[in-house]
Structures are given as C-alpha cells and as structure tokens.
C-alpha cells in the first residue's frame, strides 16, 4: 500500500490552490508538496487510537512522526471534521508555546489543516512514562527510581501550568522518556485537548485527570503520585490555589461517585 494516510481520497492535490492562497509563499508549496510525498514513503504505524493514527517516518530528511486525526464514524462527518481541525490546531499551538517557553515538546515540522496531520520530531528511542513504570515494576527490580520520574514529571507540569498551558488529557502514556532513561530527559506530547486557562481550577482539574489516570494505570503508585504533587508545589509559582481546587475536585469527584 503506498498511500496508507489517503491522501488521495482526501484531495490533497486539489487543495494546493487553497493552500497557496492561504500561505501565499512559493517556498511554503513547494515544501507541502515535498511534505506529502516524502512521508507518504515508508511510514510505520506506530499507534492506532480511536482519533488518531501516530506513523514514523522521515519528513524533508529528519525522522519525524507524523499524527493524523480521522473522523469518528458515529459522529456527524461535519461536526467531525471541526473538531478533527479544532484538535490538530491545538496541538500545534500549545507545542509551539511550550517550546517557545522552553518546555521539552517535539518540534513542529508542519501542520496540514487539510488533511488535519500534524508532522512532529521523533523522539527518537523514547518511551513513555507508562512503558516505563511498568517495566521498572515488572523486573522486581528496586522502584525507588521511579520517584525520580514522578518529581520530573511534577516540574515539568507545574512549568507548563505556570504558562497557563491545560494540558487536557494527562496521562503517563503523554509523557515520553528520552533515552538514555537515566537523564530523566522528559517531553510532553498529545496536546489536542489543551486550551489556554489561568484559573486555578482548570489546572486543578489537569492534576485530578492525571491522579485519576496515574492511579488506576500503575496501582499502588499513591507514594509516586504524591512525590508528583509535592515537585508540583514546590515548582510552580502559583500552585496554592491550585493544590486547593486540586482537593475540591476530589471532593466533588468523590460525593458524585457516593451519588452513583
Ligand atoms: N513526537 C513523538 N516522538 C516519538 N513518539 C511519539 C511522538 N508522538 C507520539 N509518539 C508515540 O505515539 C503514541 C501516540 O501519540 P499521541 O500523540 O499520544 O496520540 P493519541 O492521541 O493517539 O494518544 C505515543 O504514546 C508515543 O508512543
Ligand atoms: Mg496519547
């Protein structure tokens, strides 16, 4: 098959006067049109989701994953088509502000809103934070690393809050582990679900998403997770009100659950 994404079903060719209009750069084009046909060459799926396909390949010469969000099928194909755009644009902008920010994120190649792909950096040999704790976990070997990780990952979030960015989906499978391992060298990833927010209470929500993740993932991992929180405290700037809707929402979260 040498057309896995479909980019013929999805017109891209008929699309480039659009996009030339939009770009209006004959440099920009030229690298579109090099865009699709270089990774359309060799691409390995690298995950299937239910929104989303995550390939590897190479784009103009770098090794690059290249995200491709397709619509759902029991949703309305225009209604869908939005949110598939809505996702892809958020993704690239909040990896754009992170990196800005100098938060490690992959770089952004390129963003094609007409087919909603994003071409990302590889990261190249890493793992994520979930293969990771599991492999520690399942070797038997000593865990106390693992603290390590969770500190860094708390950091890392409490920068990332602290430039308004929600991250919208945390999980530990949205944290990737650059090799070598030992550097604890952490990038953040998948963020089509981020918005922008200063409130307290959406980051305190982003910390109650991850708990609820972390917890049920990696069970047993409570002493991790508060090593997490306590990094979180002790780097962000603003975290007080945050740890306290942090607690609110556990306790809506946990009077909803009583109700049933
Ligand atoms: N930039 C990247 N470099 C290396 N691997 C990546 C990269 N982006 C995604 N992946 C891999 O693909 C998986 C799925 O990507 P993700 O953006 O989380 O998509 P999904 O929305 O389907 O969860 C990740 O868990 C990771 O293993
Ligand atoms: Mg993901």
């Known amino acids: 098959m040498c057309d896995p994404v479909g980019w013929e079903d999805r ?32 691409l390995q799926l690298v995950q299937q989701g239910a929104e989303a396909r995550v390939y590897r390949g190479r784009f103009l010469g770098r090794a690059a994953v290249v995200k491709l969000r397709f619509p759902k099928r029991y949703r309305h194909p225009a209604l869908e088509e939005r949110l598939s755009r809505r996702r892809t644009a958020q993704e690239a902008r909040s990896l754009l502000r992170c990196r800005r ?41 000593d865990t106390s690393s693992l603290l390590n990780v969770a500190e860094k990952m708390g950091e ?50 982003d910390l109650y998403v991850l708990e609820k993740a972390f917890l049920s993932t990696h069970p047993n991992t409570e002493t991790l997770f508060k090593a997490l929180l306590k990094a979180y405290g002790a780097t962000s700037k603003k975290s007080g009100p945050v740890m306290k809707r942090l607690d609110e929402v556990r306790l809506r979260g946990r009077k909803r659950s009583m109700v049933g």
């Open 11 to 42: 017109g891209v060719r008929g699309c480039w006067p659009r996009l030339w209009d939009a770009l209006g750069s004959a440099a920009t084009v030229q690298s579109l049109a090099m865009a699709s046909g270089a990774m359309q060459l060799g």
């Open 156 to 205: 890392l979030l409490a920068r990332m809050h602290d430039e308004d960015l929600i991250h919208g989906d945390l999980t530990t499978s949205n944290v990737l582990l650059r090799p070598p391992v030992e550097k604890l060298d952490l990038v953040l990833i998948d963020f089509g679900l981020s918005f922008i927010s200063g409130l307290p209470e959406d980051k305190g929500v």
């Open 101 to 141: 920010a100098g938060i490690p994120a992959p770089v952004v190649y390129f963003v094609d809103y007409v087919t909603n792909c994003i071409y990302l950096e590889d990261i190249i040999g890493s793992i994520t934070i979930q293969d990771h704790i599991n492999s520690v976990q399942d070797s038997g070997s």
